[in-house]
Nanobody, 121 residues
Framework: QVQLAESGGGLVQAGGSLRLSCAAA????????VGWFRQAPGKEREFVAAITWTGGNRYYADSVKGRFTISRDNAKDTVYLQMNSLKPEDTAVYYC??????????????WGQGTQVTVSS
């Protein structure tokens, strides 16, 4: 069992930035490919970004390319999602998940509790 925990969400104005963090209580995240997903009210959970365990490959949804950056620091056992140029449509609960690199959330076993990101216009 891997317990993931996200942090860094909050309220920001459009055009602003936030950095989300994902860590594992067992300090095992460094061994996993990790994905970020988000879910807005009334919508399905959607893929945002993913990164391989080495950090060598990164994948993004078209809707966030050029604005969001996924990265990791395996020494700190943490995966980050840097979100720039935020838009109101980015408002959602953001989740990290492992292990996986694909866009289908059903392929992931472990999930965090989520962190709310709200972008005001």
């Amino acid at each position: 069992q891997v317990q993931l925990a996200e942090s860094g969400g909050g309220l920001v104005q459009a055009g602003g930035s936030l950095r989300l963090s994902c860590a594992a209580a067992e300090r095992t995240l460094r061994f996993y490919n990790v994905g970020w997903f988000r879910q807005a009210p009334g919508k399905e959970r959607e893929f945002v970004a993913a990164i391989t365990w080495t950090g060598g490959n990164r994948y993004y949804a078209d809707s966030v390319k050029g604005r969001f950056t996924i990265s990791r620091d395996n020494a700190k056992d943490t995966v980050y999602l840097q979100m720039n140029s935020l838009k109101p449509e980015d408002t959602a609960v953001y989740y990290c998940a492992a292990p996986g690199i694909v866009a289908d959330p059903r392929e992931y076993t472990y999930w965090g509790q989520g962190t709310q990101v709200t972008v005001s216009s």
